[in-house]
T-cell receptor, first 114, second 115 residues
Framework: QKEVEQNSGPLSVPEGAIASLNCTYSDRGSQSFFWYRQYSGKSPELIMF????GDKEDGRFTAQLNKASQYVSLLIRDSQPSDSATYLC??????????????FGTGTRLTVIP | NAGVTQTPKFRILKIGQSMTLQCTQD?????MYWYRQDPGMGLKLIYYSVGAGITDKGEVPNGYNVSRSTTEDFPLRLELAAPSQTSVYFCASGQTRDRVNQPQHFGDGTRLSIL
């Protein structure tokens, strides 16, 4: 069974703080990992992806990957109320080029308090 | 710049009815996907396509059919609607980037209720 686990939250942080979102996955052979943001009632949008151990930064977002611990996280620096959304972690089980092997977690709901 | 367009946005069906959810993209993406999202859950892949004329099953294909006659269009067909198919349906498209392909652009979704 391919599993992607996220804490459903809600996670509340004050404006300007760092929000830390976590995700674990079941398949040690997984190679690529994705974070999507989904506003309430809207469609998901891809924020970033990572497939090498370590950190990958894009603006206020940093993805962190630790394959040995089967753990991927998303840090949001200087959190803004507009960051309030559900964040979906997705994991590719198997080849990076596969089109049918992306599995989503249930999402973590983030609330940034002004 | 339309991106991925889904129609209809909302629909109520009676048990046993059939319908087609339309999806079209104008970005010339080879990869297209259909997902469903049940309340409080992640997305589950129904069907996908890697190019015109090529489709294959995803994680939850039962009760659905697809076709891909053109690069732009990827309709999803429900033949005999059942209450378990009440969900939000998202169509997505994407292309390979850094050797990885994944859904990059999503439509606004179709909210479907089966009563």
């Amino acid at each position: 069974q391919k599993e992607v686990e996220q804490n459903s939250g809600p996670l509340s942080v004050p404006e300007g703080a760092i929000a830390s979102l976590n995700c674990t996955y079941s398949d040690r052979g997984s190679q690529s990992f994705f974070w999507y943001r989904q506003y309430s009632g809207k469609s998901p949008e891809l924020i970033m992806f990572i497939y090498s151990n370590g950190d990958k930064e894009d603006g206020r977002f940093t993805a962190q990957l630790n394959k040995a611990s089967q753990y991927v996280s998303l840090l949001i620096r200087d959190s803004q109320p507009s960051d309030s959304a559900t964040y979906l972690c997705a994991v590719k089980f198997g080849t990076v080029s596969g089109a049918n092997n992306l599995f989503f977690g249930t999402g973590t709901r983030l609330t940034v308090i002004p | 710049n339309a991106g991925v367009t889904q129609t209809p946005k909302f629909r109520i069906l009676k048990i046993g009815q059939s319908m087609t959810l339309q999806c079209t993209q104008d970005m010339n993406h080879n990869y297209m996907y259909w997902y469903r999202q049940d309340p409080g859950m992640g997305l589950k892949l129904i069907y996908y396509s890697v190019g015109a004329g090529i489709t294959d099953k995803g994680e939850v294909p039962n009760g659905y059919n697809v076709s891909r006659s053109t690069t732009e269009d990827f309709p999803l067909r429900l033949e005999l609607a059942a209450p378990s198919q009440t969900s939000v349906y998202f169509c997505a498209s994407g292309q390979t980037r850094d050797r990885v392909n994944q859904p990059q652009h999503f439509g606004d979704g179709t909210r479907l209720s089966i009563l």
